[in-house]
């Protein structure tokens, strides 16, 4: 990759939304009672990848594909993985339970 296109994406700080999109799947992956062994499982990536995803201060990248089978795995619509800085159900007087796919 050119270094122009480098310094390009390189001034954007996704660290936030990466952590933020991590906590939700964790905390959806555990309102449905699964460990991340069986949702890496089900979705076709390793436990470590999925670890690594979920951990606050670890920004791994994820694709879209991953997001949206996990998605599918958790029987919710994709875009709650991905609704940044606005409450999440937990702190809703909905529960996840109010979003039905």
């Not at 905390?27 to 990848?49: C, F, P, V």
């Not at 599918?72 to 339970?97: N, Q, W």
């Amino acid at each position: 990759m050119p270094d122009d296109k480098k310094r390009r994406y390189s001034k954007f700080d996704n660290s936030k939304e990466f952590r933020e999109l991590g906590q939700a799947i964790s905390y959806y992956r555990k309102y449905r009672g699964l460990s991340q062994d069986q949702l890496a499982e089900r979705i076709g990536i390793s436990r470590n990848h999925l670890s690594a995803i979920e951990a606050p201060n670890v920004f791994r990248g994820i694709s879209m594909d991953a997001v949206f089978s996990i998605a599918k795995v958790l029987e919710i619509d994709a875009y709650l993985l991905l609704k940044f800085s606005t409450l999440r159900p937990e702190e809703e007087s909905r529960s996840p339970e109010a979003h039905p796919r």
